[in-house]
C-alpha cells in the first residue's frame, strides 16, 4: 500500500519539476538507449548472418586437406603460414577419385549430395562492341540438383555434358541483356567466347538462369559479373587437372544425420583409411553449423564489449541520480522532520526516496529503451540488415536501470531517514 | 475544570545538550507537571525558557536525559525509536506556528498523511479527511496545494491534520504567531470548538502571556523551571467568546 502511495508521490514530484527530471534522467537514457542499439545492431547482424549461412546450407561439411599440427604447433593454433621447413601441399596429397568412392560407398545413408566444383576464373565475354563480365565455374551434376538453379529457358545439363565434358554452359539473364539485347532464344544454341587472362574459351549456351539479384553482397550495376555454369569435367579439362584429385571437397549431408558429429566421423574414417601415412597432411572437416556457431559467438562478444562500454555511462548516470537524489533531500529537509513527526519512521522515509530514485531511473530506462530501439533499428536498416530487436536486452535493461536506482538511491535515502526530527523540522 | 484520567505525566525532567565537551548545558531542571484528559493547558515562557525543549519532548521528538514521562499510558523511556513514530502517529497530533504542510500536495493528501502512516484504508482515509476538513471550514479547498492557501487556511488543514488519528492531544506551537489577529481568533476559535465539543486534551505553547488567559490553566516556564501554575479565564470568557 504504502508502494503504490510512495509511486504516485514520486510521479508528482517528478511532473512538478519536469526539467530537472529530464535532466536527471537523461544520464540513464543516454546509457540503456546505447545499450539497447548496440544490442539491436548486434542482434539484427547475428539473425542476418545465421540466415545466410543457413541459406547456404546448414547441413554442409567441408571435407578439406591441411597441414598437420605438430605438438609445438598446436599452441599457436590456426596460424600455419610459413610454418618452418614444412614441404608445400602436393597433388599427392590431394582425395583421390579412389578415396571418395570408397567413402561414398560406406556411407551413401548420410550423405546427400557431394559437391565439387572447380572455378575456371574470371573473364569477359566479347563480341563486337558487346561485352559482359562472367565468372566461370564448373560443377558436377550433385552440385546442380544442390545449386536448383531457376531456368527460364533451354535446358539443364544432362549426362552426357557432364561424361563426356561437353564445352556447354548456362548463363544469366543478365548475360543474355548485356549480349543478345533480351533476346533468349537467339542466345540458347549461340557460341559465346570468353577471355580469361588471355587465353580464350568458347562455349555453347543451352540454358538461361534467373540472376538473383536480392543477396546481401551483390549490386546489380552494368557491369555486374555473374556466374557462367559448365559441366565439372569440361572445366577440369580446361585447367588440365583432370586426375588430379580434390584439395576441397563439400558433403550436404541428409536431413536425419546430425552434421556436427558425422563431421567427426568423417574426418577420422579419412584420416585412418587414407592419410595415416602421411607425415604432413590430413584430413579436415567444418560443419557449417559449428561455423555459424563460432560466427555467433564472436558477434555476441564484440557485442558484450561494446554494450559494456556503453553501460560505463550507466554508472555516469546513477551518479547523477545520487546527486540530484542528494540535492532533493537538502531541499526538503523540512518535509522530511515533518512527515517523521506525523508519524512516519525511518523506514518509511527510507522507501519513499529510494522509491523515487527507482522511478526516475526505470522512467529514464523506459525513455532510453524506446530511444535505443528506434536508434538500433535505423542503423541497422542503414547498414543494410533488417532490425530485429533483443528482448532479452530490454528485460535486462529495465532489471539494471531498478537496480541502479536502489543503488545510486539507497545512500541519499538512508542519509534522509536517519535525520534527527528535530534538526529536520527546524531546518530553514 | 475538567479532572478526567491523566493523559501527560512529566517528572523531573532534565535535558541537556552537549555543547562540546567537557561543557554540558542544561536547559531544563526537572519539570514536574500533569495533564488530564479534556484539559485545554498552555505552557508560557519566554525565548529561551526551554519550551521548545520541552515541547520537543511532549511530542515524543526528543528524550529527556533523565526523568520519567508517561503519555497515555506510554512510558516514553523504555520506547524504541520506531515505537517513537507509532506514538507521534497515534497519540499527538502536531499543529506547528509555520504550518509545515507538504508542499505539492493538496488539502486531503495532507490529512490524509498520518492516517496512511497508520495504515489505514484509501477510502476510509480520503472520507475521514473529508469530515476534518468540513469541520474546519475547508470543504471547498480540499483540492489546493499549500501554496494555493493563505495562512488561516494553512492552519485550518494543520490542525484537521492533526486530528486525523484521533490523538491523545494535541500539541499546538505558537499556532497563531504567524497570523494577523483576525485570523488568530479564527484559529483559537477552532481549538475551543474542539475542546468543549469533542472534548479534546490540547497543551498550547505560546509566548504570549494574553493568549494563555484563554485556556483553563497556565503554565509558566522560566529558564528551565516552572515558575508557577495558575488558572486561565477561559472559564469567565466563554460566554462571550462563543460564537
Redesign the interface.
Known sequence: ??IT?NIL?AL??LK?NIMRSLLTMLGIIIGIASVIAIMTVGNSITVMVNTQMQEMGANNLTVGVSAKSTSEESTTSGLHFGAGNRRSMDTDDYITDDMLDTFLDEYADNIKYTLLSSTVGSGTAVDGDLYAYVNIVGYNQDYMDYTNLDLLAGRNFIEQDYENAQKVCIVSDYFVNNMFSGDTSSALGSAIEVSIDGKYYTYYIVGVYEYDSSTWFSDSTEDTTTDMYIPYDTARNQLHTMNEGYSSITLVTTIDTDSESFADTVESYFNTMFYSNNEDYEVTVTSMASMIESMTTMISTIELALAIIAGISLVVGGIGVMNIMLVSITERT??I????????????IRLQFITESVVICIMGGLIGIVLGVVLGSVAATYMGYSASVSISAIVVAVAFSMAIGIFFGYYPANKAAKLN??DA?RYE | MAAGDIMLDLRDIHKSFFIGTPNEFEVLHGVNFTVHEGEFVSIVGQSGSGKSTLMNIIGALDRPTSGEYTLDGVDIEKAKDHELSILRNKKIGFVFQTYNLIARTNAIKNVELPMMYAGIGRSERSERAKMLLEQVGMANRMMHNPDELSGGQKQRVAIARAMANDPAIILADEPTGALDSATGRLIMDIFHRLHEEQGKTIVLITHSPELSQETERIITLRDGDIKGEADGRWAEIKEELSC
Do not use: F, V
Open positions: 500500500m504504502l502511495e508521490l508528482a514530484g512538478s523540512k518535509e522532520g515533518t512527515r517523521k513527526a506525523l508519524g512516519a519512521t525511518n523506514g518509511s526530527p528535530i523540522l
